[in-house]
């Protein structure tokens, strides 16, 4: 919490992060400033002393989320081998997406810039993540061909199905396939 602030302005300053936090993770980054200042009970200028912009706002909140997945994935890292650990993290930030949908818009790059927000916390997920198919790969359990993008793209759609929905059977049922289509064809140089 910021010093110097009067004890009004930091009862305001958390009450707008925890409304901020209901709303962007029932509703997404699409939920405008005036919406979350009107459900804090405060003004938007209230809201734009304490975040002038609204990406400085989700920061705040995806800041914690980021530092949050980073710790998992280092404990999965170091509870798994290489090529299991990729595919637990992966489920994790399926189901921790599937949790709150603005998560979900920063996990698939929609309306935020994760990485930014990673360099401001030194929490890298994306570097982790990128860590863990390096492993994965080099321990022959996910294809070679496989790149970054395609993950992303592989998480986005498994975050895709799981809105507006918390059932775990469809996340498990995502994650199966992926895991499918990221193994070795038998017989490759990758599966001996």
């Not at 004890?7 to 300053?13: E, H, L, S, V, W």
């Not at 930030?93 to 929609?110: C, N, P, Q, V």
């Not at 498990?172 to 599966?191: F, Y």
């Amino acid at each position: 919490m910021p010093d110097g602030l009067r004890a009004d302005a930091r009862r305001n300053r958390a009450r707008v992060l925890e409304v901020a936090i209901e709303a962007f993770a029932t509703e997404g980054l699409a939920v405008p400033i005036h919406e979350i200042a009107r459900r804090a009970g405060v003004g938007t200028g209230t809201v734009s002393r304490h975040f002038p912009t609204k990406e400085s706002l989700f920061q705040a909140i995806v800041s914690t989320r980021v530092e949050h997945l980073v710790t998992q994935a280092r404990a999965i890292e170091a509870e798994h081998a290489p090529g299991d650990a990729f595919f637990v993290f992966f489920g994790v930030m399926a189901a921790e997406g599937a949790l709150d949908r603005g998560l979900a818009d920063a996990l698939i790059g929609a309306g935020f810039d994760i990485d930014a927000a990673a360099d401001s916390t030194g929490y890298d997920l994306n570097g982790h993540l990128e860590r863990l198919l390096a492993a994965a790969q080099e321990a022959g359990t996910v294809r070679g061909d496989v790149d970054f993008a395609d993950v992303k793209a592989l998480l986005a759609g498994c975050l895709a199905r799981e809105r507006g929905t918390a059932d775990a059977a469809a996340r498990d049922r995502m994650i199966t396939i992926v895991r499918a289509g990221l193994r070795p064809e038998p017989g490759t140089a990758e599966n001996r």
